[in-house]
C-alpha cells in the first residue's frame, strides 16, 4: 500500500495548493512574531499573564498569542469572524440580508464585500480599544498618548486586513478553509510550549507521572469522541420518484436522504457561552466597584457557578446557532421542488415538522456533549495540575482543531477521489434504460 502523503504530492495540482497554504501559513506566523512599535513586551506579558480566564485570554488564543506580544497581527483574523457571525444573525432579523444570501453568486459576492467593510470597522475600533487597554499598563507603552493610539489603529488594521486577504488566499489557490486554519495553526502553536512546561513540571515532581499518563488517556479518548460527534448525522431518507426524460429515457427513482448533523452549530455555541460568562471577570479586572467584585467572585473561573452557567448557556445557544443556520422550511421547499420527498409524510409544511422536531431531538445530545466538552477538559486539567493546555485540549481549541483538520482532510480526499473518478469515466459508459445513449 502506497504512503498516502506520498500520493499527495504525485498530483502537480494537489501539491501547488497544499505548498502553497503552508506558504501562507509561514507568512502569517512569521508576522504574528513582529511586535508593533512602541511596545514593552515584558511588561505587556507580565500583566497578560494575570488575564487568562478573561475575554483577553480568550482573543489571544485565537490569535496564537499576538495580544499578549502586541504584534502587527494582533488581532488576527477576528474581526472578519466577528463581522461574519454579525450578518449571519442579521439575516435572522433582516429581510434584505437574508435575500441577498439567497440570490447566488452574486448575492454572496455582495454579502462578502459587505462584512469586509464591517471587518475594517471593526478591527479600528478593536485597535483604539486595544491602545487604551495597553496605556493603562505601568510600563507597556513608551510613549502615550493619541499619537501611539492613531499608530496602533492604523497598524492593527492593516494588519487584521492582510491577514484577511492571506486567508482569501488559502480558501480561493490553497487547501481547505483559509480562516478556519489561520485559527487553526494559532491555536496549536501553543501547544509545543505547553508541552515542554508539562515536561518540566514532571521533572521537577510538581506534576505526577500516573496522573499525566491517566490525562492522555482520558484525552485520546475525549479527542475519539469529538471526532464521533462532529461526523455523526442523523439520516433522514428522501425518495426521488421514477421521471420521464424524453426520447426514451426514463430515470429511474431513487433512494437517498438528507442528513442532519448531530452537532450543526459547531463551535459558535462555546464561543458565544464563553463570551458571556467571562464578562463579569472581564468586568472586575477594570473596576473596583464592590459589587461587580463580590458578583464577579460568584462566577470566577473554577467554581461550581462558573461551570453550571457555562454549560446552560451552551445548551442555550446550540438550539438558538441551530435555528438561525438551518431552515426546516426552506429545506422542506427545495424538497417539494425537486419532486422528492420524505416516506410516509406529506410535502411541504408536513416535511418541514418533521424534520424540525427530528433537529430538535438530536440537537439535545448535540447540546449536552458540547457543555461537557466545554467544561471537562478544564476540570481534568485543573484537577491534574496542567491548566496552561486548555488553550488546545479545552472545549474551543478542541473542537476547532478536530473540525478544521477533518474538513481539511476530507478536501485533501475529495481531491483523490476527484482524479479517480476522472480516469474511471473515461473508460465507463453512463446507460439509460430504453433507448440506450452514452454519455
Do not use: C
Amino acid at each position: 500500500m502506497s504512503n498516502p502523503v506520498a500520493t499527495l504530492f504525485r498530483i502537480p495540482e494537489l501539491k501547488e495548493k497544499i505548498l502553497f497554504t503552508l506558504f501562507i501559513l509561514f507568512i502569517y506566523r512569521l508576522g504574528a512574531h513582529v511586535v508593533a512599535p512602541g511596545i514593552n513586551v515584558p511588561a505587556l506579558r507580565e500583566y497578560a499573564g494575570q488575564l487568562q480566564g478573561t475575554a483577553f485570554g480568550i482573543y489571544d488564543m485565537f490569535v496564537g498569542g499576538g495580544l499578549s506580544r502586541a504584534t502587527v497581527f494582533a488581532l488576527g483574523i477576528m474581526p472578519y469572524i466577528s463581522a461574519s457571525i454579525m450578518f449571519q444573525l442579521l439575516a435572522a432579523v433582516f429581510p434584505t440580508v437574508e435575500k441577498m444570501q439567497k440570490e447566488g453568486e452574486d448575492g454572496r459576492k455582495k454579502l462578502t464585500q459587505y462584512t469586509r467593510y464591517a471587518a475594517v470597522v471593526l478591527a479600528a475600533l478593536q485597535g483604539y480599544g486595544y491602545s487604551i487597554f495597553l496605556m493603562g499598563i505601568p510600563g507597556a507603552v513608551v510613549n502615550p498618548g493619541f499619537g501611539f493610539s492613531l499608530q496602533m489603529i492604523l497598524t492593527l488594521t492593516t494588519g487584521a486586513v492582510f491577514v484577511m486577504w492571506l486567508g482569501e488566499q488559502i480558501t480561493e489557490r490553497g487547501i481547505g478553509n483559509g480562516m478556519s486554519l489561520l485559527i487553526f495553526f494559532s491555536i496549536i502553536e501553543a501547544f509545543p510550549s505547553a508541552i515542554m512546561q508539562t515536561v518540566e513540571l514532571v521533572r521537577v515532581g510538581e506534576v505526577n507521572v500516573v496522573a499525566l499518563l491517566v490525562l492522555v488517556a482520558v484525552m485520546i479518548a475525549t479527542i475519539s469522541a469529538t471526532i464521533a460527534v462532529t461526523m455523526a448525522s442523523r439520516k433522514i431518507p428522501v425518495q426521488i420518484p421514477r421521471k420521464v426524460m424524453g426520447r426514451g429515457r426514463i430515470r429511474e427513482g431513487q433512494k437517498s436522504f438528507v442528513p442532519l448533523r448531530v452537532n450543526s452549530a459547531g463551535v459558535m455555541p462555546i464561543i458565544f457561552a464563553q463570551s458571556i460568562v467571562i464578562v463579569p471577570g472581564t468586568l472586575a479586572t477594570f473596576t473596583t466597584i464592590p459589587w461587580i467584585q463580590n458578583f464577579s467572585s460568584w462566577f470566577a473561573y473554577g467554581t461550581a457557578p462558573y461551570y453550571i452557567a457555562f454549560a446552560v448557556l451552551v445548551i442555550f445557544f446550540t438550539y438558538f446557532y441551530t435555528a438561525i443556520i438551518f431552515n426546516p422550511v426552506d429545506l422542506a421547499e427545495n424538497l417539494k421542488k425537486q419532486g422528492a420527498f420524505v416516506p410516509g409524510v406529506k410535502p411541504g409544511a408536513r416535511t418541514a415538522e418533521y424534520i424540525d422536531r427530528v433537529l430538535t431531538r438530536i440537537s439535545l445530545p448535540g447540546s449536552l456533549f458540547l457543555a461537557s466538552i466545554a467544561i471537562f477538559p478544564f476540570m481534568l486539567l485543573e484537577a491534574v495540575g496542567v491548566p496552561f493546555l486548555g488553550g488546545v485540549l479545552g472545549g474551543t481549541g478542541l473542537l476547532i482543531v478536530v473540525g478544521v483538520g477533518l474538513d481539511t482532510v476530507q478536501q485533501m480526499q475529495q481531491h483523490l477521489l476527484l482524479r479517480h473518478y476522472d480516469g474511471f469515466m473515461k473508460r465507463g459508459r453512463v446507460k439509460f434504460r430504453g433507448r440506450q445513449r452514452y454519455m
